[in-house]
């Protein structure tokens, strides 16, 4: 596709179940992004992962999250446990990558999480 | 920690006339990029214009430019000529080398016909 999508749009689920999170970056993007926006903390990062491997994942909150990304291409973020604080729009961002310095971050229309 | 901060929670505009968004960051780097991005209900974000830290140059995009003031660590947006399809959240963002971009909290912008 011709931008960053993301699946599904939007996600209720009960507390204490696990969910998943996909982001189908652009063609040809290394560099993957995941941010949260949630009402109380505003949009924050949490993982960047250039290729398969994720140099940055310090602003995951817990260890109930988790991100991975096969074949340089799509990414995963899984939630265990989900808790009402972790209802947010996670949104998903691709670049290039290809120099040291600064690309253009593309974003996804993002997933509404809902945690009951 | 790098901090962005946006102290208009909101902002109003009669559409037609011009309005400015404040911003404020705080950083210890020298070299860096600034951003505003726009993000409408649909929830896309939407990058409307950048500046490079290097640069003394206010930038511009047809009717959105920045008033950049490197001593200060001020980046104001003007968004001449309001349009009713401006009407979003406007996010001033901070990145250094190393990629993540730190958000401030936003900023609601309205348009008024």
């Known amino acids: 596709g011709a931008g960053v999508s993301q699946s599904p749009s939007n996600k209720v689920t009960e507390k204490g179940k696990d969910v998943e999170l996909r982001c189908d970056p652009i063609?040809?993007?290394?560099?993957l992004y995941w941010y949260r926006q949630s009402l109380g903390q505003g949009l924050e990062f949490l993982i960047y992962?250039?290729?398969?491997?994720?140099?940055?994942k310090s602003g995951l909150p817990s260890d109930r999250f988790s991100a991975e990304r096969t074949g340089g291409s799509v990414s995963t973020l899984t939630i265990q446990r989900t808790q009402q604080e972790d209802s947010a729009v996670y949104l998903c961002?691709?670049?290039?990558?290809?120099?040291?310095?600064?690309?253009?971050?593309?974003f996804g229309p993002g997933t509404r999480l809902t945690v009951l | 920690a790098q901090t962005v901060t946006q102290s208009q929670p909101e902002m109003s505009v009669q559409e037609a006339e011009t309005v400015t968004l404040s911003c404020t960051y705080d950083?210890?780097?020298?070299?860096?990029?600034l951003f505003w991005y726009k993000q409408p209900p649909s929830r896309q974000m939407i990058l409307v214009i950048r500046?490079?830290?290097?640069?003394?140059q206010n930038a511009t995009e047809n009717r959105f430019s920045v008033n950049f003031q490197k001593a200060a660590k001020s980046f104001s947006l003007k968004i001449s000529d309001s349009q009713l399809g401006d009407a979003a959240m406007y996010f001033c963002?901070?990145?250094?080398?190393?990629?993540?971009?730190?958000f401030g909290a936003g900023t609601i912008l309205r348009v008024k016909s």
């Open positions: 950083t210890s780097e020298s070299d860096y990029y």
């Open positions: 963002a901070y990145v250094e080398y190393g990629n993540k971009l730190v």
């Open positions: 063609s040809g993007h290394t560099a």
């Open positions: 500046q490079e830290a290097y640069k003394q």
């Open positions: 992962f250039q290729g398969n491997s994720a140099p940055d």
């Open positions: 961002a691709s670049s290039s990558g290809t120099s040291g310095y600064y690309n253009e971050q593309f």
